[in-house]
T-cell receptor
Framework: AQSVAQPEDQVNVAEGNPLTVKCTYS??????LFWYVQYPNRGLQFLLK??????LVKGSYGFEAEFNKSQTSFHLKKPSALVSDSALYFC????????????FGGGTRLMVKP | GAVVSQHPSRVICKSGTSVKIECRSL??????MFWYRQFPKQSLMLMAT?????????EQGVEKDKFLINHASLTLSTLTVTSAHPEDSSFYIC????????????FGSGTQLSVL
């Protein structure tokens, strides 16, 4: 069975500072990894994905994530946080043999303060 | 890019009534769609996998007779919450992947169901 862990319920960061939202996963075989963002009362928006290739993946809104196979991690990062980045972030994994089914982490609320 | 339309975005209903939520892929065909449920301050829980032309596959603990799923065409899946009760109040989200494409899932904007 595949699983995703986001160890932090909330991350607080000052505007302009770098941010990191942590994610670790467990899956059989090679994973597809995703990050989604959810703004209040709205659905999920795709941020970025890792399928294969470079371990550093760049996505929407200046976000990036680094795939680390040895640590089974896929942390989300941004060099300089904006107040508008405040939202709920979900990490997700899909195993190559699991069809299109995503397993989500518990979510991390990012609060960026001015 | 690909768009998934989910309707309605918000619904309030009386206990005992049924509510239908639609999920449409607007510019692509989706053999498979997924229905998720999100409780306040919690993650998304996969409820069922909806397969065009066949029965849905439900996750453990999800009542098939309560959450009826129909995937009648390659662009439409519906979730009907039958005999809704206050504990069914939740945020429901659908997602779809273009047939033959496995890199992205596209999500609907979600439906906030409130059962009085």
């Amino acid at each position: 069975a595949q699983s995703v862990a986001q160890p932090e319920d909330q991350v607080n960061v000052a505007e302009g500072n770098p941010l990191t939202v942590k994610c670790t996963y467990s899956v059989s075989g090679n994973p597809y990894l995703f990050w989604y963002v959810q703004y209040p009362n709205r659905g999920l928006q795709f941020l970025l994905k890792y399928i294969t290739g470079d371990n550093l993946v760049k996505g929407s809104y200046g976000f990036e994530a680094e795939f680390n196979k040895s640590q089974t991690s896929f942390h989300l990062k941004k060099p300089s946080a904006l107040v508008s980045d405040s939202a709920l972030y979900f990490c997700a994994v899909r195993a190559l043999n699991a069809g299109n089914m995503l397993t989500f982490g518990g979510g991390t609320r990012l609060m960026v303060k001015p | 890019g690909a768009v998934v339309s989910q309707h309605p975005s918000r619904v309030i209903c009386k206990s005992g009534t049924s509510v239908k939520i639609e999920c449409r892929s607007l510019d692509f065909q989706a053999t498979t769609m997924f229905w998720y449920r999100q409780f306040p301050k919690q993650s998304l829980m996969l409820m069922a996998t909806s397969n065009e032309g066949s029965k849905a596959t439900y996750e453990q603990g999800v009542e098939k007779d309560k959450f009826l799923i129909n995937h009648a065409s390659l662009t439409l899946s519906t979730l009907t919450v039958t005999s809704a009760h206050p504990e069914d109040s939740s945020f429901y989200i659908c997602s779809a992947t273009p047939t033959g494409g496995y890199e992205k899932l596209f999500f609907g904007s979600g439906t906030q169901l409130s059962v009085l």
